[in-house]
């Protein structure tokens, strides 16, 4: 089974965070660049399913090339091709556009995602993807295993409120890996300066043929979160706040 | 904006949910302004009961999309039931819960109907035509204002528990069962079973006191004070996502989106830092009181009292005052 | 013409253990400033006060006095043959008159006799041993190569007892005449007996030469030799590996990285396992090991030693055998390579294994993989949503400007992010100003880097530090004022190779300075305060008086029974700050060895020390006893 994995790049901290003029993204510096958490369990499981199923791991990111570090990074853990849409975009639905136009080109069976992402938080990107290219999705999915039927695979998902689902999808399918119980491995150096050797395939969405989509989003404002309904502070040293807490709480049972 | 407000309500076991309430009172809050009318639709096998309450929730229409391939959630078979619904309706905002069913069928839906999609949003207000909304970014550590522009119908998916439940007397709404035309045999994917996290009979939901353990706690050798504390207040340990997943408490004391919602009493919050998929499933507890010592810790948010200190020492010092 | 075979032999294994040391190349290149001149006062230096006086073994003077006798005592002995060689060969007038009388008679003799006594020493603390000796393995050959010596100064006695008694001389040799009066009438009138006894012990002798390079006794070469390539200690020297350096070969493969196999290590290393001895003061200073944690440097040093005797120069297993575990229960405190006797620097073999682990294994232990991912994605180790201006809220303190301000104020990771901590920011900065010192502080700042370093992963250090780098050259930085010893070390070891070259004043000396030039008015107190040395400025750094004017400038100081380069780590170093700690504490013990000074403060440096002992007097008291010298300094200070 040949598999895509769609990984993005975020920056590890922000500072000076801006509206520009064209009102259509959030500026930033980032000190660090790193893999989306989520994207870091799809990148591994999907190249754990490849290497059980005797396929391909490609690596996908739609970003500059400062996001060529977590290509590397997948590289790294044994991805065995990666592939960068060079561009820098903010509305979801552009970024899903434009790596759907990337993976139309390519051959594959399944297109595994992360749930969402630390950045933007719109959680829209995988399952947009999925739709564009018309095929079956499922969201946090926590386990994917090759069906028992040709051509399908068996995934996990979380419904919520302790609920799970257990569902066969056909393939081509699009699947949104939930962060899991198992800390992502990290590239070690000696593999991250080998991975670094490697040559990284990178499109422009001229290219990749995508129309260019009106924005259908003005970004006004960047703030930091109102402070509605801050707690009460209780101050004192731990005796104190302990003695306050437990009238609090005494005073509700 | 012109067309009709729709909420895609959400409902279990015959009961609605709240977000479906919070986004009534939101929906029909803006179609006052706009002067347009609000409908709900719900999906289901069996949707009777719920439509009562739904029809005096303050809506102008219910919708309930009925059949019984319906039964069990099915991602598939739900997008196309409600994107018929909306082909058929017409609207032109659609409201839904930044939850499982809103994240799973959104997107797809914001596509299928060639839409435009907000997801995320903790406020929402009309300025005039446009719909202008708030939403986290970076790991909530700031927010953005945006404007719609795009294509209708837009999409918006609003956080759980951050809108306010008004009541809205004095509205019978009318009632319309849509035609959906479901076709087993072009499914792409079948349910093969429903599987329910084993809590080896251990129910936090019924607690009345939760102490809770987030990853801030230290490590696992620091749940056995948390469950001294437990004990002397005569309730039941909790935990955070992360420490569930590491493994330092049963996932059957998970508190969250994908484990379970709680309203006890009282929810002592230790070393959590109040991620939203936490938060979102305590919020609506009586008295919730956060220890952390991070000030900055989203926690305080949402905390009813805060005590920004090391749970080493304040722990210990409230076990005393339980016992004493 | 016996010689000849002995000489052979004993050539012949001391060439084994050369081919052992200069085994494997050095594949990896570190960019070495390292190691001093090779002609220098300071290695002449070394290795006559270490390599050959033995200046650590005396540190316990009792050994020290028997090993004294022996050495020693050989050492004349072998002068005494030579000359009566020499005198055999070419006649030299050795055997007659005064020389004769006083040295080869009386001293040599004495010089036997205390061999004797030494030999009788060291035999019986081999059999009835401390603990350090048989932890975790006692090395073999040390019994039957002392009894091999005893025997052949025995049978020298004998042979100079029988010669006399036959030549029926008197002289100053008073062990021979002891032997030979009590010999007389054994030997009366029998030649045969003198001849064969010659013969016995020159052939013991031979054979005893022979067997020396494949005994413990081959430290007589090593030692001296190891102490004269003698490197500084670990912060002092251990440059960060130069990655820019590094390229792959015609088949794509990459230098190994780190130290996992014998082969891997420089020849200095090698030559530190062949000389160690097995004696185990390494570990009765080990932090790690007083804790009975599963980390021993003797351990190590065995494993290692006996692998390079079974010359498995390129047995990947080795590092595994070490463990990883053990590697990184490594505090990278230097009291290991301060306490040895030969020189030897165990702290570097194990760092060497460490990198290795790290950065071609991706290899750590679960608790320190969050800090490290924290440095990734956050550029300093800390897991805090809070500000990096939180520390200096409420306070105004200046920025650096371009050509205008003389030192950058670096905060370093733990003052920024640890609410302790924070508190030395201020107490710093509350001085500068008083003393109208020119500083400033770059707000982008984060950390130098050095919790990497110290994980093993030199590749992330140089992230940091080169983003750091960029970021003083584009401010023109030259001099920097430190208030962790950490980032002291990195910024006057580390950086200068990476092309950061600055002025770097530990926040101590700062203090101390502006107090002798009169531009800090401090009022002296009666209260007692110890001094906790922290090991990157005391140990590595020997920063050791600035710290102890201060106090005593400002109350009375105290000193904790070990202090100096003997201080006891406080337990954070090596990344293990925010590692899980397995058994007894160390904190714990370094403070129950603070409280037990009685002091009403415990002063220290390094914002780790501060936190690590706070966290270990709270067993003890629940005021707040520990803090830095800076905020001691505050208390005092007269406006």
């Keep these: 089974m040949n598999i895509l994995i769609c990984t993005k790049a975020v920056p590890g901290f922000v500072s000076h965070p801006s509206v520009p003029e064209s009102h259509d993204r959030v500026d930033y510096e980032a000190g660090s660049i790193v893999i989306n958490e989520s994207d870091d369990y799809a990148l591994e499981a999907g190249i754990k399913l490849a290497k059980k199923s005797g396929g391909k791991a490609v690596v996908l990111t739609c970003g500059s090339l400062s996001a060529q570090k977590i290509l590397q990074a997948g590289l790294g853990k044994d991805a065995d091709a990666a592939l960068r849409v060079d561009a820098n975009l903010f509305e979801p639905a552009a970024t899903a556009r434009a790596l759907a136009a990337a993976i139309r080109k390519q051959d594959y069976d399944l297109v595994i995602t992360g749930v969402e992402s630390s950045d933007v938080m719109a959680a829209q990107v995988g399952i947009s993807i999925a739709e564009m290219l018309g095929l079956p999705f499922a969201y946090a999915v926590t386990e994917i295993e090759l069906g028992e039927r040709n051509r399908t695979i068996q995934i996990t998902k979380e419904l919520g409120f302790g609920k799970k689902q257990v569902e066969e999808l056909d393939l081509p399918a699009v699947v949104c890996f939930q962060t899991g119980t198992e800390p992502p491995s990290f590239v070690p150096v000696r593999k991250m300066m080998l991975a670094q050797r490697k040559p990284i395939k990178s499109f422009t969405l001229s290219e990749l043929d995508t129309r260019g989509q009106p924005h259908g989003i003005e970004v006004v404002d960047i703030f930091s979160p109102k402070e509605t309904g801050m707690a009460e502070i209780i101050e004192g040293d731990p005796k104190t706040q302990a003695s306050v807490a437990m009238q609090k709480i005494r005073e509700v049972l | ?324 | ?639």
Aim: aromatic residues 8%; charged residues 20%.
């Design chain 2, 1 to 324: 904006m012109k067309g009709e407000i729709l909420v895609i309500g959400e409902h279990r076991d015959g009961i609605v949910d709240n977000i479906t309430w919070e986004l009534i009172s939101k929906g029909r809050f803006l179609a006052d302004q706009w002067g347009t009318h609000l409908a709900v639709l719900a999906v289901g096998s069996e949707l009777d009961q719920l439509v009562d309450s739904l029809a005096s929730s303050g809506v102008d229409l219910v919708l309930p999309v009925q059949h019984t391939l319906l039964e069990k959630y099915h991602a598939e078979l739900y997008t196309t039931a409600i994107a018929q619904v909306c082909e058929q309706l017409d609207p032109g905002l659609v409201l839904m819960g930044y939850t499982y069913l809103g994240m799973e069928v959104g997107p797809a839906l914001a596509v299928r109907l060639g839409g435009t999609m907000v997801s995320n949003c903790s406020e929402l207000e009309a300025e005039g035509d446009h719909l202008v909304a708030v939403r986290s970014v970076f790991g909530g550590t700031l927010q953005i204002k945006v404007r719609l522009k795009g294509e209708q119908p837009h999409l918006l998916s609003i956080v759980k528990g951050v809108l306010p439940r008004d009541n809205v007397e004095g509205r019978i709404a009318a009632v319309k069962r849509p035609a959906v035309d479901l076709d087993q045999s072009s499914l792409r994917s079948r349910i093969l079973d429903m599987l329910t996290i084993d809590t080896g009979g251990i129910d936090i939901t019924k607690a009345k006191i939760l102490v809770s353990a987030g990853r801030g706690i230290g490590g696992p050798d620091k749940i056995p004070m948390l469950r001294e504390l437990a004990d002397a207040l005569g309730g039941e340990l909790a935990c955070s996502r992360p420490v569930a997943d590491m493994g330092w408490l049963p996932v059957a004391h998970q508190v969250g989106i994908s484990a379970s919602t709680v309203t006890p009493c009282v929810y002592i919050a230790c070393g959590i830092s109040g991620a939203s998929q936490h938060v979102t499933a305590m919020r609506d507890s009586g008295r919730i009181i956060a220890i952390n010592k991070d000030p900055n810790a989203p926690i305080f948010r949402v905390a009813h009292y805060g005590i920004i200190g090391d749970v080493l020492e304040v722990v210990p010092a409230l076990i005393e005052e339980a016992k004493g």
């Design chain 3, 1 to 639: 013409m016996l010689a000849l075979p002995t000489l052979a032999i004993f050539g012949y294994g001391v060439y084994l253990h050369w081919k052992r040391i200069w085994a494997g190349e050095v594949r990896l290149r570190v960019s070495l400033d390292g190691l001093r001149p090779f002609l220098s006062r300071d290695r002449l230096k070394a290795a006559v006060w270490n390599g050959i006086l033995g200046a650590r073994v005396n540190r316990r003077p009792l050994t020290g006095l028997f090993h004294g006798l022996v050495f020693w005592g050989m050492l004349l002995l072998l002068i005494g043959t030579v000359l009566v060689l020499l005198h055999l060969l070419f006649g030299l007038a050795v055997m007659s008159g005064g020389f004769y009388r006083w040295f080869m008679a009386l001293a040599l003799d004495t010089a036997g006799l205390g061999v004797l006594v030494g030999l009788g020493f060291l035999i019986v603390r081999r059999l009835m041993h401390p603990y350090r000796l048989s932890f975790p393995k006692a090395r073999p050959g040390f019994i039957a190569v002392e009894i091999a010596l005893l025997v052949v100064i025995i049978t020298g006695f004998f042979l100079e007892g029988q010669r006399m008694q036959l030549a029926g001389a008197r002289e100053p040799a008073f062990v021979g005449n002891m032997v030979a009066v009590a010999m007389e009438g054994i030997l009366q009138g029998q030649e045969g007996y003198y001849v064969v006894m010659w013969w016995v012990h020159g052939m013991l002798a031979l054979v005893f030469i022979a067997w020396i390079p494949f005994s413990p006794l081959v430290h007589l070469i090593f030692v001296p030799v190891n102490a004269s390539l003698v490197e500084s200690l670990m912060g002092a020297d251990e440059k960060a590996l130069d990655f820019s350096a590094i390229e792959p070969d015609e088949e794509g493969n990459l230098p190994t990285l780190g130290t996992p196999t014998l082969a891997d290590y420089a020849a200095k290393r090698r030559l530190d396992f062949s000389t160690c001895l097995w004696c185990g003061r390494c570990q009765e200073v080990c932090p790690a090991t007083l804790t009975d944690k599963a980390l021993t440097p003797k351990g190590v040093m065995v494993t290692l030693a006996e692998a390079l005797s079974q010359d498995r120069m390129s047995d990947t297993a080795l590092i595994n055998e070490v463990g990883m575990t053990t590697l990184f229960e490594c505090r990278t405190c230097g009291a290991c390579v301060e306490a040895c006797p030969a020189m030897i620097n165990p702290l570097k073999a194990i760092w060497g294994m460490r990198q290795n682990l790290m950065m071609e294994r991706g290899e750590m232990p679960a608790q320190m993989m969050t800090a490290y991912r924290n440095i990734e994605a956050l550029l300093h180790p800390f897991s805090s949503h809070s500000s990096p201006s939180e520390w200096r809220e409420g306070l105004d303190v200046p920025r650096f400007q371009v050509g205008e301000t003389e030192y950058l104020l670096w905060i370093g990771c733990a003052v920024t992010y640890e609410d302790r901590a924070q508190q030395i920011g201020r107490a710093v900065v509350h001085i500068l100003k008083e003393a109208d010192v020119s500083y400033g502080i770059i707000e982008d700042a984060r950390c130098t880097g050095d919790p990497a370093k110290q994980m093993g992963d030199d590749y992330l250090f140089a992230q940091c530090a080169n983003i750091n780098i960029d970021l003083f050259k584009a401010h023109q930085v030259k001099k920097i004022i430190t208030m962790c010893p950490h980032c002291y070390n990195s910024f006057i070891h580390y950086y200068p190779p990476m092309g950061g070259k600055y002025e770097v004043v530990s926040h101590v000396t700062m203090i101390q300075d502006l107090i002798s030039a009169g531009k800090l008015n401090v009022s002296h107190g009666d209260q007692k305060m110890a001094y906790h040395d922290p090991c990157y400025l005391g140990r590595h750094n020997r920063v050791f008086e600035a710290p102890r004017r201060i106090l005593n400038w400002i109350g009375q100081l105290a000193e904790l029974p070990r202090n100096r380069e003997n201080s006891f780590c406080c337990g954070a170093g090596g990344g293990n700050y925010w590692n899980e700690e397995e058994g007894q504490r160390i904190n714990y013990v370094r403070a129950q060895e603070a409280f037990g000074s009685n002091a009403e403060f415990i002063a220290t440096a390094c914002p780790f020390c501060l936190l690590m002992m706070t966290d270990g007097l709270k067993m003890h008291t629940n005021d707040r006893i520990v803090f830095d010298i800076a905020e001691l300094v505050v208390k005092r200070l007269s406006t």
